[in-house]
């Protein structure tokens, strides 16, 4: 079992940036590829960034790439969300997850564990 919490949301001007983290308990943390996605009220849930459990490969959205930055610190079992140039639309929860197999994956189904959430508001 891996728990995971989520904190760092809260409310942005457009423009801004904002840095999410999300702490795992549990498990062997190395052993996980971690996910952030986000949920938009009335929207499915949308994958944003993964990273394996090194931290060597990442993989991002097309809709967040160049703008959000996946990033992990195993020695303190965390996984941070970097974003940049916030905007209305980036307005939502965001989840972090956590998938035991050792592959990368876009589908929220493959991940096994998740945090609670954290909301993240752009607006003016």
């Known amino acids: 079992q891996v728990q995971l919490l989520e904190s760092g949301g809260g409310l942005m001007q457009p423009g801004g940036s904002l840095r999410l983290s999300c702490v795992a308990s549990?498990?062997?943390?190395?052993?996980?590829?971690m996910g952030w996605f986000r949920q938009a009220p009335g929207k499915e849930r949308d994958f944003l960034a993964t990273?394996?459990?090194?931290?060597?490969?990442?993989y991002y959205a097309d809709s967040v790439k160049g703008r959000f930055t996946i990033s992990r610190d195993n020695a303190k079992n965390t996984v941070y969300l970097q974003m940049l140039s916030l905007k209305p639309e980036d307005s939502a929860v965001y989840y972090c997850?956590?998938?035991?197999?050792?592959?990368?994956?876009?589908?929220?189904?493959?991940?096994?564990?998740w945090g609670q959430g954290t909301q993240v508001t752009v607006s003016s």
């Open positions: 997850a956590a998938r035991r197999y050792p592959s990368h994956s876009a589908y929220s189904n493959d991940y096994h564990y």
């Open positions: 549990g498990r062997t943390f190395t052993d996980y590829w």
């Open positions: 990273i394996s459990g090194s931290g060597g490969s990442t």
